[in-house]
């Protein structure tokens, strides 16, 4: 499968703990996007990168995110001291150039107890 | 601002109904992308159409068709003799170009998106 892959597919933690999450793009792809989707809405953008560049984060992006992509290839998204507002269906998707079509990953569900 | 209305939050059909799924954009900007994407009950977004905001002609592929009209800032979707199978969330998008922000965005802005049921 040459798809973008998110790992895990579901996290349950409880609320004050660490957790990270990481996207494997589709591998020729220069941009790696994040976006973050709660039910019954459309994902909101959270941050992009070009190659290993962050290059904008949204002002949904409190402190306790962060989110790298070492060498241009994978990324991960930490999210530090969870909140229960912090549960959702986190989502990266990928894109050849700016304006291509994204291709999305499955997702990981959060839960935060 | 930029801004995607889906003002139909759920329609159910009978199979092999016609359907048009509507969404009306707003941007300040002249060169733009729109797209559509599916999310079936699996959960996994799907790319179904990419357009730019140059391009008015409408495109049909097999039973999907896509309505671009600038003057109404509309990207209308209509699936022709639905299916079961075409039951999921559809969602439309915008997202900015290089050209006139001058800066990199390619994020994309998403409406809040149409649940579709097509009944047997």
């Known amino acids: 499968d040459t798809g973008v892959s998110q790992d895990p597919r579901h996290k349950i933690t409880k609320r004050g703990q660490n957790v990270t999450f990481r996207c494997d793009p589709i591998?020729?792809?220069?941009?790696l996007y994040w976006y973050r989707q709660t039910l019954g809405q459309g994902p909101e953008f959270l941050t992009y990168f070009q190659n290993e560049a962050q290059l904008e984060k949204s002002r949904l992006l409190s402190d306790r995110f962060s989110a790298e992509r070492p060498k241009g290839s994978f990324s991960t998204l930490e999210i530090q001291r969870t909140e229960q507002g912090d549960s959702a269906m986190y989502l990266c998707?990928?894109?050849?150039?700016?304006?291509?079509?994204?291709?999305f990953g499955p997702g990981t569900r959060l839960t935060v107890l | 601002a930029q801004k995607v209305t889906q003002a139909q939050t759920e329609i159910s059909v009978v199979e092999k109904e016609d359907v048009t799924l509507d969404c009306v954009y707003e941007t300040r900007d002249t060169t733009y992308y729109l797209f559509w994407y599916k999310q079936p009950p699996s959960g996994e977004l799907v790319f179904l159409i990419r357009?730019?905001?140059?391009?008015?002609q409408n495109e049909i592929s097999g039973r999907y068709s896509w309505n671009f009209q600038k003057s109404t800032s509309s990207f209308n979707f209509t699936i022709t003799a639905s299916q079961v199978v075409d039951s999921a969330v559809y969602f439309c998008?915008?997202?900015?170009?290089?050209?006139?922000?001058?800066?990199?965005?390619?994020?994309?802005?998403f409406g809040r998106g149409t649940q579709l049921t097509v009944w047997p």
């Open positions: 357009r730019n905001s140059f391009d008015e």
């Open positions: 998008a915008l997202s900015e170009s290089w050209a006139d922000r001058g800066s990199t965005l390619g994020r994309l802005y």
């Open positions: 998707a990928s894109s050849a150039d700016l304006n291509n079509e994204q291709f």
């Open positions: 591998s020729e792809h220069n941009r």
